[in-house]
């Protein structure tokens, strides 16, 4: 499960109307090895944005035309998980509030240290990719649990629910034979090492 | 025509010999004719009426007395009568055409009677000449007509009443008045059908008292009357009793005359004078008239205060004594020549002489009023305060400039907030290019024009934070400090009147404690008024922010040091003990949304009026924040 920095590389994505703060940025990041990429505008960024880049949004909150809440309204109606730190003035405080309540990853008032900038940049990169094993991990549990047949699906949810074989055998009427090959496909199909194993699987599908 | 005698008359010689006495001494004409109209017997009167002799009538038909048609018609009217019995004038009399032997016609009242006979019926025929009274009858009529038509003519209304109080008489007048046909009217109760009802118990009472002679008939009245239609007039009445020959009251006559338009009329022209009268006497202008030699006949009381004299002492004095002697002669002339006619108004500057020798400067505007014959009566003029009106116009621009200013100000929080916003951006910039080239500097990979692009665009950076420094020194540069004596509790009431709307609107009531004859300051009021304005606003937040609703008081004293302090005191949270230090340092706030420019701004302008802006927690809860300004010893 290590499915990133095959086909992309983790960008940190700067959206700013100033092209001075935009470029001094992208240069900070350069100067840390990490690869940045400038938006002019919130339009521009969402034109170009691909919710299978991982990475990191860096946006100023108070820009003409779209403003970054409104950005991350988007954001958050396209259901995308890409982490954000805002940027924001002085006195821009409620806003930001509000912009955490919205689901931002943080926020950091202009002008600002160099090094508070690049840990919150850090721990959303972090963020971003633990967000992005989980979001694979429950699409692989997806994918195996619609391998499943109706009735072995059937079997494995009276097993998930802690019923031993004999009573599933009753529960569907069937022998406690046929039952025990069933639990065998599932545990093969689901690939669980074992019983908990498969109940923390069903858990996180459930979850995601 | 037919009549008829018995026969028998030899049986009734005596009877005979009285019926012809009868016939010969009748004053009426009386003719007797058999079945088929032959005139048989006629008397004396008869032949003198027509004109006959006895033998050109006797045997002839009796159509011989009458004129066509009716001669034509009389033999077939017998022929019937004889067929069916039906008769149209035996035993009722009527007018008929005689003719004479000579031709003319006159009217006579005819009377027939029918004599049953063995063999036939006769007829006599009983005649009177009735041209004389014909002739009376017509004068009659035309007397009749005559009245009647003055009647109709009349501009007024004619009514007659009977004792009952009803209408024996209405002219045409009166008719359409009421709206009715005569005929309707005649015979109705008058006070029922046409008094307006809440005048009816009055006049029926009364008219019930004159006719039994309790009281007398007014010569004139006047009451409303109502019409068909429900409408009201007013009727003014001249009346007179119609009394019998016993002198016992049998009606009343009256004429009567509509006035309700020109009462109207009148009534609005009362209205109108009275409207004058006020608008005269309480014209804001000063305002007067006088006679064609310029002697006052009425001053309003604006006039009066205006010149400091009673409006009764001015009656009867010259206007001219009003003007100041340089201008006289001047006034003078000018009104003499409006008189003459040369010109109709008169409009001019001039200097009034008020009782208390002040020069007052004015503008007087006359007008002349004509009689009906466009003959010269009277001026009226009007006199309007000049001096006053430079002064008010000169305060009201003042402090309007002045409010304007303030208003300014207290948009200065938002304005930082954008300047702000325009400084953060370049020292975004700068600090982070700085931070990055020196990352890069330390990394080892960094080429040279990395760092030397870096650099400049610090340069640039930095410039450009520079220049938005510049537009706000220019901006603030734009109103010149000035330095006035000021009254402080002035300036402190005018600050109040705008704060105290974001006041009320946060349920805070400004009070002002203000020590009172404190000498003046020398300062610009523009930036005093902010520094209030702002620690007023400061105090509001506070009480907002935590939730409090206690009066914020500002005090005005003078200190033992002989300088002014005036202080801002309110009931919130007071300043925070971490925030002590830095009250005054720019950028420092508690609010937030706040700048943490206000106080620091304050100081600084306080500091340039030679003052000090200070502050203290209060005991228990609230902070005072207070300045000093110098007063101006030097006046």
């Known amino acids: 499960m290590r499915p990133r920095e095959t086909e992309h590389r983790t960008t940190v994505f700067i959206v700013d109307d100033d092209a001075p703060v935009r470029d001094s940025l992208s240069m900070l990041m350069k100067s840390v090895g990490l690869e940045a990429e400038t938006f002019a505008s919130a339009m521009e960024f969402l034109e170009s944005y691909d919710a299978d880049r991982p990475g990191c949004l860096v946006l100023d909150i108070r820009m003409p035309g779209m403003s970054g809440l409104e950005l991350q309204e988007q954001l958050n109606s396209m259901h995308a998980i890409i982490p954000i730190i805002f940027i924001t003035g002085h006195g821009d405080v409620p806003m930001a509030v509000s912009a955490i309540q919205h689901g931002a990853a943080d926020f950091i008032q202009k002008p600002f240290r160099d090094q508070d900038l690049l840990d919150r940049i850090n721990k959303a990169l972090e963020q971003d990719q633990h967000n992005r094993e989980t979001l694979l991990e429950i699409r692989g549990i997806e994918q195996r649990l619609a391998s499943l047949t109706p009735r072995e699906h059937e079997v494995m949810e009276l097993i998930v629910e802690g019923r031993p074989n004999k009573v599933i055998a009753g529960d569907l009427d069937v022998s406690q034979r046929t039952v025990e090959i069933h639990r065998a496909r599932v545990m093969e199909k689901m690939k669980a090492s074992s019983l908990a194993h498969l109940v923390r699987m069903v858990m996180r599908a459930n979850q995601g | 025509m037919a009549a008829g005698l018995p026969t028998e008359q030899k049986e009734l010689p005596h009877a005979k010999r009285q019926f012809d006495a009868l016939l010969d001494a009748a004053a009426d004409a009386i003719v007797i004719i058999d079945h088929k109209g032959r005139i048989e017997t006629v008397n004396p009167a008869a032949l003198r009426m027509f004109g006959y002799e006895r033998n050109e009538m006797v045997g002839r038909n009796v159509s011989m007395l009458m004129p066509e048609p009716f001669s034509c018609e009389h033999d077939d009217y017998l022929a019937e009568y004889r067929r069916t019995g039906h008769a149209r004038i035996i035993g009722k009399g009527r007018e008929v055409i005689g003719l004479r032997n000579d031709g003319s016609t006159f009217p006579l009242d005819l009377s027939i009677g029918e004599v049953q006979d063995s063999v036939a019926p006769r007829f006599v025929g009983i005649m009177r000449d009735i041209t004389a009274r014909k002739e009376v009858e017509k004068a009659l009529q035309f007397e009749r007509d005559r009245a009647q038509g003055y009647l109709d003519l009349a501009a007024v209304i004619l009514l007659g009443l009977d004792q009952d109080g009803r209408i024996r008489l209405i002219n045409k007048r009166g008719c359409e008045l009421l709206g009715y046909e005569e005929h309707e009217l005649l015979g109705c109760d008058w ?312 006041a009320r609107a946060h349920n805070v009531e400004l009070r002002l404690d203000l020590q009172d004859d404190l000498p003046a300051v020398v300062a610009d009021p523009v930036q005093v008024q902010q520094v209030i304005l702002n620690l007023i606003r400061n105090g509001l937040d506070a009480l907002r922010e935590n939730g409090v609703a206690d009066p914020i008081i500002i005090y005005s004293r003078l200190r033992p040091d002989n300088k002014i302090e005036i202080s801002v005191e309110d009931a919130g949270p007071g300043v925070a003990t971490e925030m002590l230090e830095r009250v005054f340092s720019p950028f420092q706030t508690s609010k937030a949304d706040g700048m943490g420019m206000g106080l620091s701004i304050s100081r600084s302008i306080i500091a340039a009026h030679g003052g000090t802006l200070g502050f203290e927690n209060l005991p228990g809860k609230g902070a005072r924040f207070y300045f000093s300004l110098p007063t101006s010893v030097l006046g």
């Open chain 2, 191 to 502: 006070i029922d059908n046409c008094i307006r009802s809440d005048d009816k118990p009055g006049i029926s009472r009364l008219f019930r008292k004159l006719v039994e002679g309790e009281a007398e008939l007014p010569d004139n009245s006047e009451n409303w009357v109502v019409t068909r239609s429900g409408k009201t007039r007013l009727i003014t009445w001249k009346n007179s009793v119609i009394r019998d020959e016993s002198g016992a009251i049998i009606g009343t006559l009256s004429s009567g005359e509509d006035v309700t338009d020109r009462r109207h009329t009148a009534e609005q022209l009362r209205q109108r004078e009275e409207q004058l009268e006020l608008v005269f006497q309480n014209a804001p202008l000063g305002t007067l008239t006088m006679d064609l030699e310029f002697g006052l006949q009425s001053a309003n009381s604006a006039l009066s205060r205006m010149i400091g004299i009673l409006e009764i002492d001015l009656l009867g004095r010259s206007f001219l004594d009003l003007i100041h002697p340089d201008q006289r002669e001047g006034l003078a002339s000018q009104l003499g020549r409006m008189v003459a006619g040369e010109h109709t108004t008169l409009s001019r500057q001039t200097r009034l002489l008020p009782r208390d020798d002040r020069e007052l400067l004015a503008r007087l505007s006359v007008g002349v009023v004509h009689d009906a014959d466009q003959r010269p009566k009277f001026l009226i003029g009007q006199i309007e305060d000049l001096t006053e009106r430079i002064n008010s116009g000169r305060e009201a621009r003042q402090l309007r400039d002045r409010l304007t200013q303030v208003g300014r100000l207290s948009t200065m929080g938002e304005m930082a907030a954008s300047i702000a916003h325009e400084i953060n951006q370049p020292l975004t910039a700068v600090a982070t290019y700085a931070q990055a080239g020196k990352r890069l500097l330390d990394s080892g990979r960094a080429d040279l024009p990395d760092i030397s692009n870096t650099l400049e665009q610090i340069g640039q950076q930095a410039q450009r934070a520079g220049d938005v420094i510049r537009s706000l020194r220019r901006f603030l540069r734009q109103r010149k400090s000035s330095r006035e004596r000021l009254a402080v509790n002035d300036m402190i009431r005018e600050v109040v009147l705008l704060a105290d709307v974001d």
